[in-house]
């Protein structure tokens, strides 16, 4: 597809259980980003990838969360043990790097859905 | 990240003009002022971005104040399609970094 996508796009799982969240970028986009949002919240960031770089893992709430991202493309956020507070819209979003111009618009795939019951 | 200020809210009729405004009074030299918008149950999605000078497309227009301590997105003509939150982000030059997104300005439009 020609947007980024993620899957899936809801998900309903128990507390204390693993769950992973899948983002396809938009072929071609170096930089990947992932964020969440919770319920009339504004957007937080959780993890960035960028080409071969260390990815900027500053966002991430707990060490429950990790990400990674392979062959540089497709992307997984994996939450272990689930807490009702994670309960929230995971949103991923991708970009091409540019230099100078401060653009790399950010595209947004449409969100994983999560609820921790 | 140098931070921007902006109303909760506000709210527009249909097909007048909006202007929303954003305050940066710490931004720095290098960095650019970009404009997302998020409509109910979407993700955000661009919208515009400057550096100085003001900027048209066709989905809005950025003023940009002369000492860069403020600017304003202008919608032309409103209408119930525009009704999303709005958020102003700086980001500076040369990097692909991270945006961080505060909490924007929630924009209603009424017939």
């Known amino acids: 597809g020609a947007g980024v996508s993620q899957s899936p796009s809801n998900k309903v799982t128990e507390k204390g259980k693993d769950v992973e969240l899948r983002c396809d970028p938009i072929s071609g986009h170096t930089a990947l980003y992932w964020y969440r949002q919770s319920l009339g919240q504004g957007l937080e960031f959780l993890i960035y990838f960028q080409g071969n770089s260390a990815p900027d893992k500053s966002g991430l709430p707990s060490d429950r969360f990790s990400a990674e991202r392979t062959g540089g493309s497709v992307s997984t956020l994996t939450i272990q043990r689930t807490q009702q507070e994670d309960s929230a819209v995971y949103l991923c979003?991708?970009?091409?790097?540019?230099?100078?111009?401060?653009?790399?618009?950010?595209?947004f795939g449409e969100g994983s859905r999560l609820t921790v019951l | 990240d140098a931070k921007t200020t902006q109303p909760n809210s506000m709210e527009s009729n249909e097909e007048e003009p909006v202007h929303l405004p954003c305050n940066h009074s710490t931004i720095s030299g290098t960095d650019y002022i970009h404009w997302y918008r998020q409509l109910p149950s979407q993700g955000p999605e661009y919208v515009i971005h400057g550096l100085t000078s003001n900027v048209n497309n066709r989905m809005a227009s950025l003023a940009i104040a002369e000492d860069r301590k403020s600017s304003t997105l202008i919608l032309h003509r409103a209408t119930l399609r525009d009704a999303a939150v709005y958020y102003c982000i700086l980001r500076a030059a040369g990097t692909a970094s991270k945006l961080t997104f505060g909490t924007g300005t929630r924009l209603q439009v009424t017939l």
């Open positions: 979003a991708s970009s091409l790097r540019t230099r100078g111009s401060g653009t790399g618009e950010l595209f």
